[in-house]
C-alpha cells in the first residue's frame, strides 16, 4: 500500500505561480513512476506530467509544456510540480499518482491522493 498526499494548492491570479508537492508514504517511492493528472469542472481527469523512478526522464502534456516541470526527489519521497504562468484553463483539482509503467494514461496508475485544489483567476 501506498499513501500520497498533495498540497500546494490555492487561489491565484493569471501569470502566477504554484508549486505542488506530493508527499508519498512507503521506503520504495524510488520504484514508482509518478505523474501529475488533473480534472477540470465538468471535464474528465486529464494527464498532465510524468516522470521516471530516477527523475531522468519528464513528459509533458502539449497544454502545459515550457511552463510546467515535474521533479522529484526520491530521498524525501517527494514529487513536484512547478506551475510558471499560470492560466485560468488550469484551474482544476490535481492529482499525485504513482504507477509502474510510465504511461499518460489514469488507469494505469495504481495510486492516488486525494487532490489538491488549483484556481486561477483572470
Known amino acids: 500500500q501506498v499513501q500520497l498526499v498533495e498540497s500546494g494548492g490555492g487561489l491565484v491570479q493569471a501569470g502566477d505561480s504554484l508549486r505542488l508537492s506530493c508527499a508519498a508514504s512507503?521506503?520504495?517511492?524510488?520504484?514508482?513512476?509518478m505523474g501529475w493528472f488533473r480534472q477540470a469542472p465538468g471535464k474528465e481527469r486529464e494527464f498532465v506530467a510524468r516522470?521516471?523512478?530516477?527523475?531522468?526522464?519528464?513528459y509533458y502534456a502539449d497544454s502545459v509544456k515550457g511552463r510546467f516541470t515535474i521533479s522529484r526527489d526520491n530521498a524525501k519521497n517527494q514529487v513536484y510540480l512547478q506551475m510558471n504562468s499560470l492560466k485560468p484553463e488550469d484551474t482544476a483539482v490535481y492529482y499525485c499518482?504513482?504507477?509502474?509503467?510510465?504511461?499518460?494514461?489514469?488507469?494505469?496508475?495504481?495510486?492516488w491522493g486525494q487532490g489538491t485544489q488549483v484556481t486561477v483567476s483572470s
Open positions: 499518482a504513482a504507477g509502474s509503467i510510465t504511461t499518460t494514461q489514469a488507469e494505469t496508475y495504481r495510486y
Open positions: 512507503g521506503r520504495t517511492f524510488s520504484s514508482y513512476v
Open positions: 516522470i521516471s523512478w530516477s527523475g531522468g526522464s519528464t
